[in-house]
């Protein structure tokens, strides 16, 4: 109860710049887009990073969260949280969805082999991945060594059991406001 009752007061923090709780549809989707194009920085080479990250990251949500809702399209949702926080020097980037403990693991042990590689590491490991078929969620399984590549930063994650088989998964990423120009 301590750690969801940490994860609301990190969520209505008066840092928070968007935060959105529901279905991650197309629709959503395209005004969050919207709005971090728009609004977040000066920069725009800073919120088209925001937005590469947030399209991966969201589209995680979208296809894999436990907690799903059909659309009126007849498509289907997940259902997750998302906020992007803005503090001095970086934007912090995190969402989270229900996910089967079993299912995740293999994401898990992804994020924690993604934070040991260095840059050079990374985009190696993305032209591998980039070899192999796509997944049957048509994505190519590159998403998360993207984030930690834009984001120039490793991937914070955190497993917060609800149930049984049940968990509240966590990624959050640090955008710095500093552009690398390379």
């Known amino acids: 109860m301590q750690e969801e009752e940490e994860l609301f007061t ?3 923090r008066k840092d928070v710049r968007i935060s959105y709780t529901g279905p991650f549809d197309s629709q959503v989707l395209s005004v969050i887009a919207k ?3 728009a609004s977040l920085s000066l920069n725009p080479v800073l919120n088209k990073k925001i937005f590469k990250i947030f399209i991966e990251l969201a589209q995680n949500i979208s296809y894999y969260s436990a907690e799903q809702k059909k659309a009126k399209d007849g498509s289907i949702a997940g259902i997750g949280t998302m906020t992007i926080q803005e503090l001095d020097n970086h934007f912090v980037f995190a969402t989270g969805n229900m996910t089967d403990t079993e299912k995740i693991k293999p994401v898990i ?4 082999a993604i934070n040991k590689l ?6 190696s490991l993305k032209r591998e991945y980039r070899k192999l078929p796509p997944s049957s969620k048509g994505g190519g399984n590159i998403g998360l060594i993207q984030v930690a590549l834009t984001a120039e930063s490793l991937i914070d994650f955190q497993l917060i059991p609800v149930e049984e088989n049940l968990a509240f998964y966590v990624v959050a990423v640090k955008v710095p406001k500093s552009i690398n120009q390379n």
Not at 109 to 112: G, P
Not at 118 to 123: A, I, Q, T
């Open 10 to 12: 990190t969520m209505t």
């Open 35 to 37: 709005n971090i194009e």
């Open 109 to 112: 042990a992804k994020c924690e």
């Open 118 to 123: 260095d840059r050079k590491e990374l985009r």
